[in-house]
């Protein structure tokens, strides 16, 4: 009973049976068909939600009010400064994901340097940078759909036994977080502020550093992403942030992540991220019209974070 | 009462002096634009973008934030323009049902304690999925009446030696002045705000947060509504995500208006400046002729400006 007891506590095993549940309801409808096509699929569109989620998850941790909106900006601004570097030639690559990281960098100084010389709310600083931000992608773009270079759509689609090879480079940049995460002095400092920012700070953390830091890294993901799936999905537009402002923030408290601050939790972002894909998938699957299915991925959301949220109340 | 602080007084004049300097700065590159027929047409979108701003307001006042509202005044658009005009009851009904749930969002969030960023988020694809339900295919039209009542043109007033008063400005003032009664004026008000600013000392005193949560979510809920209404009859036709922007530019707003995003303090009339101003600013870029692409940007742009100007006068007011 206590092992039982210690499994439901872990908050981020209910995105995995949410995940498991929807995909279940999902070929069941198809009576079984194209469940594997289902979870390929699944699992290559979650590995984008999981990379700016990580970062996502890092700045909310840092506690309450800390949290970046400017994610889909910095997904379209990196994305289409990449494509246009890149120019479609495959010798352009590594060269076109610096230039992406670069608009990352460039783009999580701002945010922090308004959080630090404005004094104002997280929330606002990253919300009206990515006004400026979304319209600098939108002037520089113009609009055009650049192709990626082909190596780079290659190796986002490529696919190893069903398995995306994309979704296992990121499983590995995951780990690798979730050890940056609970193992380094950076992360433990990234908790310790969340749990209490001044007790940390008595203790000799480096507080603003810290914070600069986590918001440099969200947006340097944020910048990955936003290369990543212009490789994967034939270019960069001016739209491709746009889902990701509900996806980054969706997935880290369904994952379990306290959205107070202090308590952060890495596995669930895949659950949350698997599924976030599969109650989509799976609303287009039983043919719902437009309006319905917003409605009811609006109402699923809630559910989760009404359900998920109330566990965290009660400890 | 003291004399008010130097700092003070400046913060407390920011919103308007920004709205000021930009009505300058539009005077200069298009003197006819400054007459009664040139406020008529800057400001007319600011009345739906003011109520916006309101009702963001009331959600922040409590702490919270509202990135439905967008969607849910896209919703109202799409309701009165179909159920209002042809089922006057059903359309009735149905915005009154929005307010509940503006409400029972109020309940929920106290109750189990949840991030009202993703609830609200959350409720953007309910709002939106409504509308479109509502209204598959842009169309619909704007009830006569709101119509009218958009287009209304105050008398001249006699002892003013005939001056009009354009109805936007006199929109916005009455607006403000409604807004600012309600929380700045009554005793409930600074309950309200108190439950934003000291939430344990109002618990404490007896009042129950989860009514002042309620009421100010169903207050948004209102004023939501009410800038729906006031967006169709500008613009006679109705569609889904018409005031998808109105989310962003309302909580710009109430930042511009000199509000803090926690603790309570906001303030109504300047949330009011702070939606003119944003609405000028569209006419000030169009004036430029800086392209629509950088439209959005410029306004982020203001946004940043004042808050450093604001920056600035804090440090001024607190010496080391």
Known sequence: MTMLRRIADKPWLWSFVAAFATW?????????????????????????????????????????????????????????????????????????????????????????????????????ATLSSSFVVL????????????????????????????????????????AVMGVVLHRTVYGRSVIAIGQNQRAAALAGIKVERIRFMTYVLSAMLAALCGYLFSGFSGGSSLSMGEQYLLASIAVVVIGG????????????????????????????????SAGLRYLATGLIIIAVIVLAGGEKARR | MTAVSPARFLRAILPALSLAILLIAVYHLNPRAISPLGFQLMFNLAIPIALATIAQMCVITVNDLDLSIGAYVGFVVCIAATWLQEIPVLGLLALIGGILVYMLLGALIHLRKLPSIVVTLGMSFVWLGLAILVLPTPGGQSPGWLAALMKYKPPP??????????????????????????????????????SGGNPKAIERAGWSLLKTKVTMFGLAGFFGMLAGLALIGLTTSAQANVAERYTLLSIAGVILGGGSFVGGRVSPVGAVIGAMTLTLAASFLAFMRIPPDWQIGAQGAILIIVLALRAIIDRLEKPI
């Open chain 1, 24 to 124: 279940l309801a999902t070929i069941a409808f198809t009576g079984g068909q194209g469940g594997e096509q289902l979870l390929t699929a699944a699992f290559t569109f979650a590995t984008f939600f999981v990379i700016v989620g990580i970062g996502q998850m890092f700045v909310i941790t840092l506690g309450p009010g800390n949290v970046d909106l400017s994610i889909p900006a910095t997904i379209t601004l990196a994305g289409s400064v990449a494509m246009k570097v890149a120019d479609t030639q495959d010798s352009m690559i590594l060269l076109s994901l610096v230039a992406a990281l670069a608009c990352g960098l460039a783009v999580g100084v701002f945010n922090y340097a308004l959080i630090l010389i404005l004094r104002i709310p997280p929330i606002i």
């Open chain 1, 135 to 174: 319209s600098t992608a939108i002037a520089y773009g113009r609009g055009l759909r650049i192709k990626p270079p082909p190596m780079l759509a290659d190796f986002t689609t490529a696919q190893v036994a069903g398995v995306p090879v994309l979704a296992i480079c990121v499983a590995f940049l995951a």
């Open chain 1, 257 to 288: 992540t306290s959205v107070a601050g202090g308590n952060a939790n890495l596995p669930g972002l895949w659950g949350a991220a698997l599924f976030l894909f599969l109650v989509q998938s799976m609303l287009n699957t039983y043919q719902l």
């Open chain 2, 157 to 194: 007033i006699p002892f003013l030696g005939g001056l009009v008063i354009p109805f936007p400005i006199l929109a916005a003032v009455v607006i403000a002045a409604v807004a600012h009664v309600g929380l700045m004026n009554t005793s409930y008000g600074s309950i309200l705000r108190g």
